[in-house]
């Protein structure tokens, strides 16, 4: 059964940089889109940006442009490099997996900006 497991959230200032991974074990990612979604304190999950099994990278709105979404299959992890954070960027981030049959969601891992 694959895992996933998210890390690299922090406390941060505004306008600095974060990279958080999304580490898979018990399995590989090559055959799974991987999407990275932010929950906000008190609101719901939106999706922020996909990588496709394909190597298709897509982003939303209110990250394209600051955000880049990568994967490493040697290490079956997936990247979110996050630049130029705001307080609107505060949240619990989440990856989200979808393939072979299965929808796989990691813990979380939490991300504030602030100064």
């Known amino acids: 059964q694959v895992r996933l497991v998210e890390s690299g959230g922090d406390l941060v200032q505004p306008g600095e940089s974060l990279r958080l991974s999304c580490a898979a074990s018990?399995?590989?990612?090559?055959?799974?889109?991987v999407d990275w979604y932010r929950q906000p304190p008190g609101g719901q999950r939106d999706l922020l940006a996909t990588?496709?099994?394909?190597?298709?990278?897509m982003y939303m709105v209110s990250v394209k442009g600051r955000f880049t979404v990568s994967r490493d299959t040697t290490r079956n992890t997936v990247y979110l490099q996050m630049n130029d954070l705001t307080p609107s960027d505060t949240g619990v981030y989440y990856c989200?997996?979808?393939?072979?049959?299965?929808?796989?969601w990691g813990e979380g891992t939490h991300v504030t900006v602030s100064s």
């Open positions: 989200k997996a979808v393939g072979e049959g299965m929808e796989l």
């Open positions: 018990g399995g590989g990612l090559a055959n799974f889109s």
């Open positions: 990588t496709t099994k394909g190597g298709r990278e």
